[in-house]
C-alpha cells in the first residue's frame, strides 16, 4: 500500500498547505481523484453506448437458441468476444476505487508512516463539523450518507448494463451484479463504522461527484446511442 499511499500523503500534505484545514483538504483532494478517474468512467459510458448495437444480435440468439441454454451460453460468450463487448465493465470504477480506498485507509490510520510532516500528524485529528476526530471512527451518520450514496451511485451503474440472459453463467452474472447493488451499500456502512471518518468523508464526497458525473456521462450516452441508429 506504500505505493498509493505514499503519492497520496505528499498530495494531502501540499493540499494543507494551501487550504489550512483538514476536512476541506480531504473534500478538495476527493474531487482530484475523482478528476483523475474522469477517463475511466467517460471509458465506459462510451462502451455502453455499444448496447444500441449488441442488444439487437443478443436477443436474436436468445430467440434461436430458447430451448438451448447451454448454447446460448456459449453463443452469447462468442457475440461478446466478436464485438469486444463486456457487460461487466460497469463495475470497472468500483474496482479501481478499492486499491485508492485501501490506500487512503493506511494514510489516514497510520499519518506518520506516510506523511513526514508532524504538522500533518496533528492535522489528521482535527475536527470537522460533528466530527470531533477526523482520524476517528463516525459510529453512524457519515457511514449511512456513504452506504446510500453507493446505492444510488451503484442503481445508476446498473441501469447502463444490457440485459444478460436469465439462464447459464451470464444470467447469474447478472443476478450477482444485482446483488452486490444492496450488498455493497451495507459493506460500506459496515466499514465506515469502523475506519477513521476521514475515509467516510472521502468515499460520500466521492460518490455524490461520482453521480454527477454520472448524470452528465450519461446526456453522452444518448447521444452516442441516437447516432449509433442513426449510421443503421
Known amino acids: 500500500m506504500k505505493y498509493i499511499a505514499g503519492p497520496m500523503g505528499v498530495l494531502l500534505s501540499a493540499l494543507y498547505d494551501w487550504i489550512g484545514q483538514y476536512g476541506p483538504t480531504l473534500i478538495v483532494f ?31 440468439l436468445q430467440k434461436k ?18 464485438e469486444k463487448f463486456n457487460p461487466m465493465l460497469g463495475c470497472l470504477p468500483m474496482v479501481i476505487q478499492l486499491p485508492i480506498l485501501w490506500g487512503l485507509f493506511s494514510l489516514l490510520r497510520n499519518p506518520t508512516v506516510y506523511m513526514s510532516s508532524a504538522e500533518m500528524w496533528i492535522a489528521a485529528h482535527e475536527a470537522f463539523f460533528w466530527i470531533p476526530d477526523l482520524s476517528q471512527p463516525d459510529p453512524w451518520i457519515l457511514p449511512v450518507l456513504a452506504g ?19 439462464a447459464g453463467a451470464m444470467g447469474q452474472m447478472g443476478q450477482t451484479m444485482k446483488m452486490m447493488g444492496y450488498f455493497f451499500p451495507i459493506m460500506i456502512v459496515w466499514m465506515g463504522r ?13 460518490t455524490l461527484v461520482q453521480i454527477g458525473q ?3 456521462l450519461n446526456m453522452w450516452k444518448k447521444r452516442l446511442i441516437a ?4 449510421e443503421k
Open 227 to 230: 447516432k449509433v441508429s442513426a
Open 194 to 206: 469502523s475506519f477513521p471518518a476521514g475515509l467516510a468523508l472521502y468515499w460520500f464526497f466521492g
Open 148 to 166: 446510500i450514496s453507493t446505492f444510488f451511485s451503484f442503481r445508476m451503474t446498473q441501469q447502463q448494463q444490457p440485459a444478460a440472459p436469465g
Open 30 to 60: 476527493t474531487f482530484i481523484v475523482r478528476l483523475v478517474l474522469f477517463p475511466i468512467y467517460a471509458n465506459q459510458i462510451k462502451h455502453t453506448a455499444k448496447m444500441a448495437e449488441v442488444q439487437p444480435k443478443m436477443q436474436a
Open 65 to 82: 437458441y430458447a430451448n438451448d441454454k447451454e448454447a446460448l451460453n456459449a453463443k452469447m460468450m462468442e457475440l461478446y468476444k466478436e
Open 214 to 216: 454520472t448524470r452528465i
